[in-house]
Structures are given as structure tokens and as C-alpha cells.
């Protein structure tokens, strides 16, 4: 389960919630869901390897909370973005937002 660190008040993840979180992450009809998934925000492929360690790569991933006027820390409530991408955020509770995408099939880019 999440942590807090109370001298950076940065949350701390655990390796299976950076797993189930990536499970949470729509599916890349064209792609090995293992490695690619779609951020929900850019609409751009998520590679798995590249994730919030790697944060000073430009296509890193992290942890977001879906619903954050809940700001509850549980995997439903998980799902993961590319780290350039959590200030374009546009709502708190993208709840919706998500629930659609997930029932589009979306695809990558050939050259990807």
C-alpha cells in the first residue's frame, strides 16, 4: 500500500501498484498491452519499462489519481500518465472522461 513520506510529503508506491495501476491504463489495440498502454490525457502511447524512476525521460509515466476530489489512495482509483502530462489535466474527476476512452479502440502510430 501507498506511503507518505513525511519529510518530502511525496507519495511512495509499491512495485505492484505501479502493476495494477498500469492495468488500470486503456489498452493500444495494436500493441503488446504488457509494454504499451495510452495516456489518457495526450492520447499517446505509454511504454511500460519508462516509469516515475526514469521521471528526466521525456515519455516517463506516473502514478495519477483518477478521481482526485476523492483523493482516496486504492488501485481503482489509480491510473497512469505520462509525467508531462499531469498539468494539462483539465478536471479533478476524470472518472468519465476515462470510462469513455476505454471503450474506444484506440490505436498507435505505425512508426512507434
Excluded at 502514478?63 to 489535466?89: F, M, S, T, W
Aim: hydrophobic letters at 35%; proline letters at 4%; aromatic letters at 10%.
Amino acid at each position: 500500500m501507498a506511503k507518505i513520506d513525511q519529510k518530502t510529503n511525496q507519495v511512495i508506491f509499491t512495485k505492484q501498484e505501479y502493476f495494477e495501476t498500469w492495468q488500470n491504463c486503456p489498452i493500444i489495440q495494436n500493441r503488446d498491452s504488457k509494454e504499451f498502454r495510452l495516456c489518457y490525457i495526450c492520447k499517446f502511447p505509454m511504454e511500460f519499462k519508462i516509469n516515475e524512476k526514469d521521471s528526466k525521460i521525456e515519455n516517463a509515466w506516473v502514478i495519477d489519481l483518477i478521481n482526485a476530489k476523492k483523493p482516496v489512495l486504492e488501485i481503482e482509483n489509480y491510473i497512469g500518465v505520462h509525467a508531462n502530462c499531469v498539468q494539462n489535466r483539465k478536471k479533478m474527476d476524470s472518472t468519465k472522461l476515462i470510462k469513455k476512452i476505454k471503450m474506444v479502440g484506440w490505436m498507435a502510430p505505425e512508426d512507434y
